[in-house]
Nanobody
Framework: QVQLVESGGGLVQPGGSLRLSCAAS????????MAWYRQAPGKQRDLVAL???????NYADSVKGRFTISRDSAKNTVYLQMNNLKPEDTAVYYC?????????WGQGTQVTVSS
């Protein structure tokens, strides 16, 4: 049984920070590319950040310099540190694990940035 469980979402004011966590079970995520996606109302689900099995990272242009993705193999957990949050960052954030033909998704955690 594979599970990805996100946590750490919530309501913050513009300029604030949050750290999201994704705990994986049922897989050894050292062999997977891990990623965070987000989906706002009326919009498609877009890639925010990814970290490969080798440790390389990529970020969407809209979050470069503000968000950082990292992982802890011993805890089978991936993180997304979000700083200087903006109202346009409001969305449901989803954790993703991918390896060849195997793809898994978490159920998402809500992030709301509002004054």
């Amino acid at each position: 049984q594979v599970q990805l469980v996100e946590s750490g979402g919530g309501l913050v004011q513009p300029g604030g920070s949050l750290r999201l966590s994704c705990a994986a079970s049922g897989i050894d995520f050292r062999f997977y590319t891990m990623a965070w996606y987000r989906q706002a109302p009326g919009k498609q689900r877009d890639l925010v950040a990814l970290i490969g099995s080798s440790g390389i990272t990529n970020y969407a242009d809209s979050v470069k310099g503000r968000f950082t993705i990292s992982r802890d193999s011993a805890k089978n957990t991936v993180y997304l540190q979000m700083n200087n949050l903006k109202p346009e960052d409001t969305a449901v954030y989803y954790c993703n694990a991918d390896r060849r033909l195997s793809t898994y998704w978490g159920q998402g955690t809500q992030v709301t940035v509002s004054s």
